[in-house]
């Protein structure tokens, strides 16, 4: 079965640093690009970047370049999603999910973590 | 950046409806349109993947339709459990962009 386990739920002060993950099994961890979907309260569904973990391929929207950084440990199969200094504005739901691909050749986000809640206050 | 702009914002309907949901892109996709339901406190789960297939073990009541820059996602016969947000996402860049969702309210 394939699954997506990230971390859990994280509350920080303004500043800090932060690092969570999503630990895939189920598949082979390099040949799949994941994606980071942030969904703040209330509010939809973003893409924030996407990796992949078989050469650490990285591609930002644009709205996050700059903002945070995506790794992947192919040792232990696991991406990261990794914030230097977090503001309140980072306050939100964010899943991990995997990219698909269908015969066709369409892209898709076929599996997806449960989610971490990061809580960004002072 | 492809924007992605999904009408309505929100809806009501009764069981036994039938729902469409629109989607339009800024630019051309081709099919790279897939759609997805998330359920309050759940993640998203896929629908619909290069603009009209089905993904596995999704109820045949779901349906998509169109290419270039018009999509429609159309429920046959709503059902209690459908009663959710829906989104549509390009795919035809990497990483791609979500429309801002629908939400399908109980009349």
């Known amino acids: 079965e394939v699954q997506l386990v990230q971390s859990g739920a994280e509350v920080k002060k303004p500043g800090e640093s932060l690092k969570i993950s999503c630990k895939v099994s189920g598949y082979r961890f390099t040949s799949y690009w994941i994606g980071w979907v942030r969904q703040m309260p209330g509010k939809g569904l973003e893409l924030m970047g996407i990796?992949?973990?078989?050469?650490?391929?990285?591609i930002y929207s644009p709205s996050f370049q700059g903002q945070v950084t995506i790794s992947a440990d192919k040792s232990i199969s696991t991406a990261y999603l990794q914030w230097s200094s977090l503001e309140a504005s980072d306050t939100a739901m964010y899943y991990c999910?995997?990219?698909?691909?269908?015969?066709?050749?369409?892209?898709?986000?076929?599996?997806w973590g449960k989610g971490t809640t990061v809580t960004v206050s002072s | 950046d492809i924007q992605m702009t999904q009408s309505p914002s929100s809806l009501s309907a009764s069981v036994g409806d039938r729902v469409t949901i629109a989607c339009r892109a800024s630019?051309?996709?081709?099919?790279?349109l897939n759609w997805y339901q998330q359920k309050p406190g759940k993640a998203p789960k896929l629908l619909i993947y290069g603009a009209s297939s089905l993904q596995s073990g999704v109820p045949s009541r779901f349906s998509g339709s169109g290419s270039g820059t018009d999509f429609t996602l159309t429920i046959s016969s709503l059902q209690p459990e459908d009663f959710a947000t829906y989104y549509c996402?390009?795919?035809?860049?990497?990483?791609?962009?979500f429309g801002q969702g629908t939400k399908v309210e109980i009349k």
């Open positions: 990796i992949y973990p078989g050469d650490s391929d990285t």
């Open positions: 630019q051309s996709l081709s099919s790279f």
């Open positions: 999910a995997r990219r698909g691909s269908s015969s066709s050749g369409y892209y898709h986000m076929d599996v």
């Open positions: 996402q390009q795919s035809y860049t990497t990483p791609g962009t």
